[in-house]
């Protein structure tokens, strides 16, 4: 399957700084990527979906001026968390897909520790 | 109603027997689907997409869809230990842009 990178995998941070990661697709143009966020033992939560060139769209409940999202070309998403708390402590997941039907494949994940 | 659902388990089956994954979708206009397995701690993986109504194999794996019940599933044949992890189902939302729905997951564990 097709490969999608994802850096970094774990950071631990301090409270009130910034942390940004990063999500590439390695062998295709993702013209679609979502960043999920999930809590142990938990399901999936989507956070947004953002399309090349254009601004992201967030789901009910998530703050659009603390999870940046960029997706400037057709092989990189970022997702920087601002202001960090503890509470934003979790399991951060991007996927990419090429086309609206095809199926997404999934970066390793970041781990996000704010202490 | 959630667009895609399935049942949360725990499904538990004995190792080398045949272990069934159900799910049910809302949307009819819903053309393509997947199976993802995640284990705990780590991202989901694709596993089989299937695209068109009867079965689709590969390897111990495949994959059902009927679209006139709006049913899909996931055969794994002889399982083993290793197959013990949380199996999504997900399809792109057609009335949903273009997001991808997932279920809740139904969580398998393969006893010995």
């Known amino acids: 399957g097709a490969v999608v990178s994802q850096h970094p995998s774990r950071v631990i941070c301090k409270s009130g700084t910034s942390v940004k990661i990063e999500c590439r697709s390695l062998d295709f143009q993702a013209t679609t990527m979502f960043w999920y966020r999930q809590f142990p033992k938990q399901s999936l939560m989507l956070m947004a979906t953002?399309?090349?060139?254009?601004?992201?769209?967030?789901e009910q409940g998530v703050e659009k001026d603390k999870f940046l999202i960029n997706h400037a070309s057709l092989t990189l998403s970022t997702l920087t968390v601002t202001s960090a708390h503890p509470e934003d402590s979790s399991f951060y997941i991007c996927s990419a897909r090429e086309t609206r039907n095809t199926e997404a494949f999934f970066g390793q994940g970041t781990r996000l520790t704010v202490v | 109603q959630k667009e895609v659902e399935q049942n949360s388990g725990p499904l538990s089956v004995p190792e080398g027997a045949i272990a069934s994954l159900n799910c049910t979708y809302s949307d009819r206009g819903s053309q393509s689907f997947f199976w993802y397995r995640q284990y705990s701690g780590k991202s989901p993986e694709l596993i089989m997409s299937i695209y068109s109504n009867g079965d689709k194999e590969d390897g111990r794996f495949t994959a059902q869809l009927n679209k006139a019940s709006q049913y899909v599933s996931l055969l794994i044949r002889d399982s083993q230990p290793s197959d013990s992890a949380t199996y999504l189902c997900a399809a792109p939302g057609y009335s949903s842009a273009s997001k991808i729905i997932f279920g809740s997951g139904t969580r398998l564990s393969i006893r010995p």
């Open positions: 953002s399309n090349e060139g254009s601004k992201a769209t967030y």
